[in-house]
């Protein structure tokens, strides 16, 4: 089959093009539970029953939340778990008695993916296009482990070409059918792990849109990271945050490291199985505030993770609609409820919002252009709609050369379209398989 598939796997949704030797890219669709859709959830559940161990059912994207909600007690549910792909203290995960790396989580979700997507993909083409980061997620990314990582799962797929791009490249790439005249173009895609940057100058030749890599630059925060400060002020404190135990006579702190793990998607599926969950009992029992740590354990051993993500989903989209909003987070015993004001929130996420300000300022450091010298603006990704964030283009650029939309489609197509540039190793970096 010829043609280039584009794959934007993301921290929270995974996208998939299709694009051959003329016309535009096409998006592949799932005949989902809940209507057809183009945009993959990014999470995997495995299912076993009790009494039959190995009847083990692997499932992904909706299909896995759909698994989720009809058995959550005895169904692993993982989202973000890109947010491992460039980590190596994650080596591996232990899933209903069998180990799982991350390239076998990958693996095992691009497989369902690929079912789901009955005759949409039941013929791949022999390129893949792969977006990456800039900057992949986690304290101290090793770029070259994730690239390893995503190799080993997607040659599993059978593709014999494989190559990686940069993601705000692809959404560059998407938004220069656009273009009437020659622009310098910085593209900003704000993701669910990443927030990463590019900036490409595109001119006409005889005709063909050539186009030239200025500057880029990225950071391992965006949407995910905003939703770890909704928790941590808003949920935790509520499951015995700040407070204290007794040991010996001695009063002590209850430890943040729960709390932090606990408010971090990629890891709050694995923390009822870790050392840390055998603790959080014990201090059931020497709590100072027992009925707060109590929540904590119901919540993990009930298995809520995705019943909070809506929630705290929920709260940020109606910040970004409205000045206020109300947080209520219902699951069993537990009830959350509070008014949130859009300054409180953004207050909260300041740390984020001025690494993702010093990442625009490095792109455009990097191209040794001023503010005034960017055509245009092009911002992409769920978080691109958090007020917080555009105001940081609005006070750098001329809010008219600023545009935004196809947040979850553009750089699926983008990289798939990428695959009828006659020097793609400019653009690309091909896996050693295809060197």
């Given amino acids: 089959m010829a043609g280039t598939i584009g794959i ?6 995974t996208v998939v093009a299709l694009a051959g030797d003329a016309g535009s890219a096409a998006l592949v669709n799932f005949p989902a539970p809940e209507g057809e859709l183009f945009a993959f959830r990014s999470a995997i559940s495995f299912h076993a029953p009790p009494d039959r161990p190995n009847d083990r059912t692997v499932e992904a994207g ?3 939340i759909e698994a989720y909600v009809e058995d959550p007690l005895e169904t692993r549910f993982i989202q973000s778990f890109k947010s491992f792909a460039a980590s190596e203290s994650f080596t591996e995960t232990q899933i209903l008695g069998r180990r799982y790396q991350f390239e076998d989580l990958l693996s095992a979700f691009l497989l369902k993916m690929r079912d789901h997507a009955g005759a949409g993909l039941a013929e791949l083409p022999d390129r893949v296009i792969v977006g990456r980061p800039v900057t992949f997620a986690g304290g101290a990314p090793n770029p070259e482990l994730a690239l390893r ?4 799962a997607f040659a599993r797929l059978g593709f014999k070409e494989i190559l990686y791009a940069y ?4 959404a560059a790439f998407f938004f220069a059918r656009e273009l009437k005249e020659d622009a310098t173009v910085l593209v900003g895609d704000f993701g669910g792990g990443t927030s990463d940057f590019s900036i490409i100058r595109f001119s006409r030749q005889d ?3 050539q186009s030239t890599p200025l500057g880029r ?3 391992g925060v965006a949407g995910d990271a905003f939703d770890y400060r909704i928790i941590d002020h808003l949920v935790s404190p509520e499951l015995g945050k700040g407070t204290s135990y007794t040991s010996f006579g001695k009063t ?3 430890p943040n490291r729960y709390y932090s793990t606990f408010a971090r998607w990629d890891q709050l599926a694995l923390m009822r199985a870790s050392r840390d969950m055998r603790e959080i009992r014990k201090l059931v029992r020497e709590a100072v505030e027992p009925d707060k740590i109590a929540r904590l354990v119901e919540t993990l051993d009930e298995n809520y993770g995705y019943l909070l993500y809506r929630s705290v989903s929920r709260l940020k989209e109606a910040l970004s609609r409205d000045t206020s909003a109300q947080f209520r987070f219902e699951a069993g015993s537990i009830e959350i409820v509070r008014d949130v004001e859009r300054t409180e929130f953004e207050a909260w996420i300041a740390p984020e919002l001025g690494l993702i300000e010093t990442a625009v300022d490095e792109a455009l450091a990097e191209a040794g252009l001023q503010p005034g010298q960017i055509d245009r603006i092009f911002l992409t990704g769920g978080s691109s709609l958090v007020p917080a964030v555009r105001a940081i283009f609005h006070r750098r650029f001329d809010p008219a050369r600023i545009e935004s939309g196809s947040e979850l489609e553009s750089i699926a197509s983008g990289l798939a379209l990428m695959g009828r540039e006659r020097d793609l190793d400019r653009w690309c970096r091909r896996a050693e398989l295809s060197a």
């Fill in 8 to 13: 934007d796997f993301g921290t929270t949704n």
């Fill in 62 to 64: 909706p299909w896995a």
């Fill in 149 to 152: 990582r995503y190799e080993t």
């Fill in 167 to 170: 993601e705000p490249v692809g």
């Fill in 207 to 209: 005709g063909e849109i």
């Fill in 217 to 219: 630059s990225g950071v």
């Fill in 252 to 254: 002590l702190p209850i």
